[in-house]
């Protein structure tokens, strides 16, 4: 087991089975040292601050990353290739008056630093948006930094 | 004619004559063999789900592929310097119920895989907003990739 | 001074103070040539054709630029580090009918080109949401291009 992987175990979580992806596009695509992961979705359903709490919401942000690193790992193999996270864009479905997406993407961004420590700390975007995908509560667009190719 | 362009024939697709841009920004900017081509929404106007069919979205969002293509070509001249595509968000103009933004993204992701066959393959987003500039369908927002410049 | 600093003076413009991140993230993250800025909000609330004008609103996102260097130079000590603009994506919190995102958006666009001159030119995404963290009325995410490191 890589360090990743036994590091989610102490958390006491574990990557769900790789879902393909919902169209015709790749699970995640790198160029040079970028990895462009393709937005994933939360299981979670419902807008936040009317159907969800921001609570629910920050728990569904932290599953979509496991939901995201489950389809590199199927692309890289290997999760220790990751080196860090660059960006992080985060959509959450807010009902009118919710404003308060930055809480909610922090659930994500915790795990990211749990789990790739340092280098795990990265740039970010949290934005408010009325639909996404499925009737998700959250969507994670990330690009991760990759060990060169010697 | 170059390969792309003779591929769009072959498709009875040709490219739109490039429209400026709508504001102070450029058309694509290009930083190593990133090409950063500038978001560029439908002609075709309304909210998808209501306004308009999915069918019509995706055909919508193919042509927007071409009108992106066609903004590239009066920058870089030659559609052959670009080698694949990297990454597309497309943003979806969503009724408050529509949650089916990746069908109506493939209608990109199919056009951008029969142009550029298997480095046409890319990661994607595809997200629900509420208004987009000119109340048009979709917007796509892509990166490609170039031939390293020698 | 930097180069940067007199010309925003030179403008009668000012770096606001520092704001710390909203969450657990960096206000920016470097790779090779690329900084990613973290995406920030304008200190101007409300939706854009109801609750403030357009004029206002272009504002707000120039005022925005400004909000994102002044993080950017607590990060990266001298803003004359940047050599250009990439890429900027705005996010523009929209009214049911607002459709000019590309017009508030230019309020940002401006700036940077006044600032960075020609390299300031950038590729860029302006779309409509309807609501942003706190409210606000803009939120821009920028890709600046830096000096490379010898």
Known sequence: M??????LQKLGLALPEAKPPVGNYLGSKRI???LFASGRVS????AVGSDI???KAKEAARDTVLIVLSIIKQDIKDLDLIVGV?????FVRSSENFTQQPKVIDGASDLL???FKESGHHARTATGVTQ????ASVQLDIIFQMKPIV
């Not at 890589?2 to 590091?7: A, H, K, P, Y």
């Not at 996404?132 to 009737?135: D, E, N, Q, T, Y």
Request: hydrophobic share 35%.
């Open 2 to 7: 890589n360090s990743i992987e036994s590091q």
């Open 32 to 34: 040079g040292e970028l």
């Open 43 to 46: 299981d979670c359903v419902g």
């Open 53 to 55: 709490t921001i609570e």
């Open 86 to 90: 660059i960006k992080m864009t985060g």
């Open 113 to 115: 630093i749990e789990l």
């Open 132 to 135: 996404l995908p499925f009737g």
